[in-house]
């Protein structure tokens, strides 16, 4: 692509957020004040909004000026534009809200002409404070400015004292008697200066305080996360943790959403490449099964026994933190309030099952990974279509649910699979594919392509990444995507295409769970009070990504909104979850076993062998121990370039499936016992359970990418594969 100017030959500031020949973007323009304005992750590059080559790669209305919690990267530096949001720090919202409040004033005054272009400078006399000016800036875009963060009932109190604390960011009018609610502007005047990297330019009198991490990672934050294994020096390991708390009474952390997932995790000394590993314990609930804080719809509370849920708005949901891929199982929830006939607008309950691609801002049964059984009148519910099933459910009455998921036995990759699966298309296949649209009649049959690593996490390392949040230590990884919309919003479009002069059955486009891979033989049903209402799904998906169920070329290809392709490989969270809806009041308390209230015994009489939710835990400490026994193995040839050699990793491999039984009990009394830290005297553990202080640090993604290039040096390095 030529452009209108040499980008070599600009001038750039310190900070790359303005040059002197006030040549930006693909168009060559001026930098301006009313429009988005993206900074560019390689070149570093600015452009407008409206000269983007992609119109649809930023929903219309669905951000505003000068947000800065983005990851954008330019079609000169790839070869498509991609854009995506990441978790929003309280300075990252705030800094936009000031901006756009300054814009607006701006034009009022006529600072700023009809082009968007004017001083970028703030004026002296422009003062915000929390109560008047940011706090119902922030509430009205709240959706556009606070990405993946919770709107607590404390936020406004938050706001201020972020701005209060900050004063390498924020100015007060009066500083000797500088408070909360204060009237404060930004300390860097320059609103270009606003940009993805740090939110604005610090106050070099008062430096931010950062811990080691956070110094080291703030180039690396402005990068693109590489969700692979990522080297580290030695002597970054202490630093990764310096700071970080190990209680887990934290009032604020990240969500499972737009595409991303997060797992708590901690040091293991005993995992000398890998370092980290999943937490699945948490002091406050103990070793078990319980509704994930993590993965849940914001609106959602739970209580501290991990146990108790309760909504006060429309319909929020939550999932278990472990979900199930074989075998019989069965759990109850006691509904303490919900079903209330004689109530128009609540309260109400959906129960069910649903896979890692549903979403969690609907009702369970509302897309096609989730199936629900409705209090109100007893309905089943999947693809956002009801029909009849049991009784209806309310207050006090004890629902059980239980799943059965027949082993599925896969065979050998086909040769298409091996020839095609790492074939890159050419870009006027990938536009005729984009172009086209996909079918059910598209979707494959044959279990012969499916890769192995859809459905088998021992052959491949997990790619995660470790981000601190409020002084604690998150996994990020990317989740698995749908490749349909919910069957209502899918009908509608049909339906308007249709009128549009497309005769053909609708019914016929609409892509549905039955036309995916199926695990023939699985079911789902529910008792009410311990009376079977008969089978209510069967023959469900197999615990697969929904994703292979695509023609081999579209795997490649980027998925709606989220801008990048699938993930077709198992990574060890597959599988359907107990998950719960609630509406405007419902409230229900989980019994995931081992003892119940109404066990199912219609299927000890049948000699079903089922197991309670509760044993889950145990499989996924033997699993996460396997896991990390693989990585650990998989990191060491890396890390000290040996060669993979296929028949010796073959050996390997077997070698430790022989010894899993084995290997994970060791797991299981270590974490539980919390053995590997009585192990290393030299661990810091100077963060005990009920030290509940918070600092309120920004969200920081270390990724530590600047140190791959030092792979030559004298410093022994690690590599880095969180859980």
């Avoid at 000169?76 to 995506?84: A, Q, V």
């Avoid at 804080?293 to 472990?322: Q, S």
Wanted: hydrophobic residues 25%.
């Amino acid at each position: 692509m030529s452009l209108p100017y040499n980008p070599k030959d600009l001038h750039w500031n310190h900070y790359h957020t303005i040059n002197k020949e006030n040549k930006y973007c693909y168009c060559g323009n001026n930098r301006t004040l009313t429009e988005l304005n993206l900074q560019c992750m390689e070149c570093k590059n600015w452009f407008h909004e409206h000269c983007l080559k992609n119109k649809s790669l930023i929903p219309k209305k669905s951000v505003l000026p000068f947000i800065t919690n983005y990851r954008f990267i330019c079609s000169l530096c790839n070869r498509e534009e991609s854009f995506s949001r990441v978790t929003s720090s309280w300075k990252d919202a705030i800094n936009t809200a000031f901006a756009n409040l300054t814009v607006q004033k701006m034009k009022k005054e006529g600072i700023i002409d009809s082009n968007g272009e004017g001083d970028p400078y703030i004026p002296d006399n422009y003062w915000f404070d929390k109560k008047t000016g940011i706090c119902p800036f922030l509430d009205k875009y709240w959706e556009k400015l606070c990405t993946n963060r919770a709107r607590t009932p404390t936020w406004w109190a938050t706001v201020g004292s972020s701005m209060y604390s900050s004063k390498d960011q924020y100015v007060a009018k009066d500083e000797e008697n500088r408070s909360a609610s204060s009237d404060f502007t930004l300390y860097d005047k320059n609103l270009f200066n606003l940009r993805p990297s740090t939110g604005s330019v610090s106050n070099p009198s008062q430096p931010q305080k950062k811990n080691k991490v956070q110094k080291k990672a703030a180039v690396a934050r402005a990068q693109s996360p590489t969700y692979a294994p990522l080297f580290i020096p030695e002597e970054t390991l202490s630093s990764i943790l310096d700071g970080i708390l190990t209680t887990d009474t934290m009032t604020e952390h990240p969500y499972n959403r737009n595409g991303y997932k997060y797992d708590w995790i901690e040091e293991d000394p005993l995992l000398k490449h890998i370092h980290f590993r999943k937490k699945n314990v948490l002091n406050s609930q103990g070793p078990g099964v319980f509704l994930n804080r993590l993965d849940r719809d914001p609106g959602i509370t739970l209580k501290e026994d991990g146990l108790t849920a309760t909504t006060d708005k429309g319909f929020r949901t939550v999932r278990a933190n472990f979900g199930v891929k074989e075998g019989n199982w069965y759990f109850e929830v006691t509904i303490n309030k919900g079903g209330e006939k004689d109530v128009i607008n609540g309260p109400n309950v959906r129960i069910g099952w649903s896979r890692r691609e549903a979403t969690l801002y609907g009702p369970v049964g509302y897309d096609s990974y989730g199936y629900g059984y409705r209090d109100r009148n007893g309905d089943k519910l999947h693809e956002s279509l009801s029909s009849p099933y049991g009784e209806s459910f309310g207050s006090n009455d004890v629902i059980g649910c239980y799943i059965s998921l027949p082993k599925q036995e896969f065979p050998k990759p086909s040769n298409e699979l091996l020839r095609k699966q790492n074939m890159k298309l050419t870009r006027k296949e990938e536009d005729r594919l984009i172009h086209t649209q996909l079918k059910p009649s598209d979707l494959i049959d044959d279990l012969s392509l499916v890769p192995t690593d859809s459905h088998s996490i021992i052959n491949h390392v997990r790619k995660r990444t470790v981000i601190t949040f409020k002084q604690r230590l998150y996994a990020e990884s990317l989740d698995y995507l749908p490749i349909n919309s919910p069957g209502l919003l899918s009908y509608l479009d049909i339906k308007f295409n249709k009128s549009n002069g497309d005769d053909d059955d609708s019914n016929e486009k609409i892509i549905k769970s039955k036309h995916m891979l199926l695990n023939h033989g699985s079911s789902i049903s529910f008792y009410k009070n311990g009376v079977n209402q008969g089978t209510a799904f069967k023959d469900i998906p197999l615990c697969i990504p929904a994703a292979v169920s695509l023609p081999l070329e579209r795997r490649q290809l980027t998925i709606g909104n989220y801008q990048r392709t699938p993930i077709l490989a198992d990574d060890g969270s597959l599988g359907y979850y107990p998950t719960i809806s609630l509406f405007k009041g419902g409230n229900v308390t989980m019994n995931f076993g081992p003892k119940f209230k109404y066990p199912p015994k219609d299927l000890d009489e049948q000699n079903i062998k089922w197991k309670p939710m509760s044993e889950r835990y145990l499989e996924i400490e033997a699993e996460e121990a396997l896991w990390d026994i693989v990585d650990e193995v998989c990191t060491y040839f890396d890390d000290f370039g040996i060669d993979e050699n296929v028949d010796e990793m073959n050996q390997i491999t077997d070698e430790l499936d022989e010894t899993n039984e084995e290997s994970s009990r060791r797991s299981y009394s270590r974490r539980s016992g919390r053995a590997s830290r009585s192990r290393n005297h030299s661990y810091n553990d100077s963060f005990e359970e009920g030290d509940e202080s918070e600092a309120s640090t920004n969200s920081k993604r270390p990724y530590h990418r600047k140190y791959t290039s030092d792979r030559d040096n004298s410093i022994k390095k690690r590599r880095v594969n969180d859980k």
